[in-house]
């Protein structure tokens, strides 16, 4: 089944910057539109990313872009999200996605943006 894991969250501070990372199993990773999407304490959904198969229709969210970068190695089946000069307001648990915009999700990664 599909299997998604995210790491490479934690604490930050303003300014800061981290590296997501998504190892992916259970499905053809190189034939899958990807997502990053967030979610913050009592708040809905936020689609941060998204990136076609072959690399194309990068998707950013107004919010974050000019400081997230996302990519993909479809030989190591994994996902990445570089985020820098990140704000308090980027603290949220941050999901890896099966899709473009839509789709299943992994358990998250928490990450926190605090002095």
């Known amino acids: 089944q599909v299997q998604l894991v995210e790491s490479g969250g934690g604490l930050a501070q303003p300014g800061g910057s981290l590296r997501l990372s998504c190892a992916a199993s259970?499905?053809?990773?190189?034939?899958?539109?990807m997502s990053w999407a967030r979610q913050a304490p009592g708040k809905g959904l936020e689609w941060v990313s998204a990136?076609?198969?072959?690399?194309?229709?990068?998707y950013y969210a107004n919010s974050v872009r000019g400081r997230f970068t996302m990519s993909r190695d479809n030989a190591k089946n994994t996902l990445y999200l570089q985020m820098n000069s990140l704000k308090p307001e980027d603290s949220a648990v941050y999901y890896c996605?099966?899709?473009?915009?839509?789709?299943?999700r992994g358990q998250g990664t928490q990450v926190t943006v605090s002095s």
């Open positions: 996605v099966k899709g473009y915009r839509q789709g299943s």
């Open positions: 990136i076609f198969s072959d690399g194309s229709g990068l």
């Open positions: 259970g499905f053809t990773f190189s034939s899958s539109a």
